[in-house]
């Protein structure tokens, strides 16, 4: 037990609301958490003393204050991602000798944070600040995999939403609906030559403490550097990657 329930449950509380999908009643907060209803209503009246918690009157809910929104934005600015990110991509990178990169969900495109360029290899399309469409690529598919079918076909009501670079790739909902379901099924995402001609990639997400997606690492490699065959084996080092990157972003 923590020496300082009242600082751990107040920290429950404002994770177990960031995890909602909007306001929730006390009472679904105190059983949720297994606290006294009592106890949560206080915590609660202290958070929104102080901003981080709203209280909806008319609704009898609590959400996530002005306060909460702010740490969030204070978070961005100190870009954690990249600095955390940075040294676990070069390590990657130095152990399998191919380029690599982390990206993250922009709408319908993935926005590439960092990249780590393997010796030798030659310069990729996916620089620092450069936006692409995520359907087609590794990182963005695997990032897809992860979202509720309602936000994925938010993102994609239409063909109009099906940016083209190569040709290759899905063209319509029912096509990025497959891909997506195959990512989920082999547990990482692929890209071959849907990006650039001749290169291909593995991707896997990297989650927040709430299992939400935060960011995709993935590992672009010339299509005849590593067979078919092996990309299981590859999948399975980038993906210890990302849950080193996911371990970091909790803080454990």
Known sequence: ???????????????????????????????????????????????????????????????????????????SRQEPLSRLGRPILASLVDGIGESGHVAVLHGRDVVYIVEERAPRRPRLVT???????????????????????GQLRALYPDAAAFEDRTGAGPHTYGELKRVVAEVRERGYATEDGEVTPGFASVAVPVRDHAGWPAAGIAVTFPRENIARNQWDALASRVADAAAELSRRIRGS
């Open 1 to 75: 037990m923590s020496k300082v329930p009242a600082a751990e449950n107040t920290l429950r509380i404002l994770e177990y609301l960031s995890a909602q999908r909007g306001p929730v009643p006390a009472a679904t907060v105190a059983a949720a958490l297994g606290l006294p209803r009592s106890t949560v209503y206080h915590l609660l009246t202290v958070l929104g003393d102080h901003g981080f918690v709203l209280h909806f009157p008319e609704a009898k809910r609590y959400g996530l204050g002005v306060a909460a929104y702010e740490l969030s934005s204070a978070f």
């Open 127 to 149: 620089d620092v600040g450069v936006r692409l469409p995520s359907h087609l690529t590794a990182s963005g598919r695997a990032l897809l995999a992860t979202l509720p079918a």
